[in-house]
């Protein structure tokens, strides 16, 4: 006889944050996750994090990554890079996602080459295309979608072109569960998402925040005991996790992959006389005035 491991998601160092996706709630509800905190608060190392995790399991998963972060989780076996082209309206891009995914692997949808509005047209193209896939299936399987700065996908103020994105956005998060769709939607604004998305999630973790309205926006997740405060006092990969009526404070382990977002030091840098000896002489004469 063989034992089958748990599906484990060991989010911190040392087990000390262990989701065993074989135990109630997950069993009958499915993941849906919402991470949330300030610019440079951990979500995007967190939502990393989990991915290698859930690639671990061998669970299928897909990340929406508007600004090209994810792009390093390729350093996994089996995990691609599907790059959406400017001008491509073909559509053939969805189908090697899908088909990736019903492979199996691992996907990273990188749309950082498309503005704003193309990037909400092609998520909810490919969302639809996602649930429609998972829901003609007799037995689906279980898989993760990822969605970064989903503000951009579902925000709460209706902005020109982002109806369909939000309605499949809000479809998901009703239905996925039943086509085992589990998501995790990162965002810097709780205040700018659609209310259901939080609403409708499972798990919540909570970054640091620094603006009162952001604050609001979680404030009903929280005890009282939480302050605004005491989130601005939050480390980087620190998070409140608010699951099952209970409110933990975590640290994320470091990732495996690499960082594909670090913040760009600011240092001093010393100029030299042969820059401007070197410079055309419309810009030397402009300098020299
Ligand atoms: N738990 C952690 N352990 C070590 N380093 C971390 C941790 N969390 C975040 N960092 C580092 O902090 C930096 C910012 O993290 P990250 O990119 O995840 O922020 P973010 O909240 O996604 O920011 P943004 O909203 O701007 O995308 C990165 O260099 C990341 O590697
Ligand atoms: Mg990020």
């Not at 989010?11 to 300030?38: D, I, K, Y």
Request: charged share 25%; aromatic share 6%.
């Amino acid at each position: 006889m063989t034992n089958t491991p748990a599906p484990i998601l060991n989010l911190g160092e040392a087990n000390t944050l262990a989701f065993n996706l074989s135990h109630a709630p997950w069993t009958t509800q499915g993941v849906r996750c919402v991470v949330s905190g300030t610019p440079g608060s951990g979500k995007s190392h967190l939502m990393a994090v989990m991915m290698e995790e859930v690639h671990g399991l061998g669970v299928p998963f897909c990340v929406v990554d508007p600004d090209g972060e994810h792009r390093s989780l390729c350093e996994l076996v089996n995990v691609t890079r599907v790059e959406v082209a400017t001008d491509d309206f073909s559509g053939e891009w969805i189908d090697d996602a899908l088909y990736l995914l019903d492979q199996g692997g691992g996907v990273v949808l990188d749309l950082a080459i498309l503005d704003e509005e193309r990037q909400r047209d092609c998520y909810a193209w490919f969302a639809r295309r996602l649930l429609d896939s998972q829901r003609r299936q007799a037995r689906p399987q279980a898989m993760f979608l990822f969605v970064e700065e989903v503000h951009i996908f579902a925000p709460q103020k209706l902005v020109r072109g982002a109806r369909d994105a939000t309605a499949v956005t809000k479809s998901i998060a009703r239905r996925g569960r039943k086509f085992g769709v589990n998501t995790v939607m990162g965002s810097q604004r709780p205040g700018d998402v659609e209310k259901d998305i939080l609403g409708q999630s499972n798990v919540r973790f909570f970054g640091r925040i620094e603006i009162k309205l952001d604050y609001q926006a979680i404030q009903t997740y929280l005890p009282g005991s939480v302050s605004l405060r005491t989130l601005r006092d939050l480390e980087t990969g620190e998070f409140f996790l608010s699951m099952s009526g209970r409110l933990t404070r975590v640290h994320i382990r470091a990732r495996r992959t690499s960082d594909m977002s670090p913040t760009p030091q600011i240092a001093v840098r010393q100029r030299s006389i042969f820059e401007l000896i070197d410079a055309p002489e419309s810009v030397r004469s402009a300098r020299c005035k």
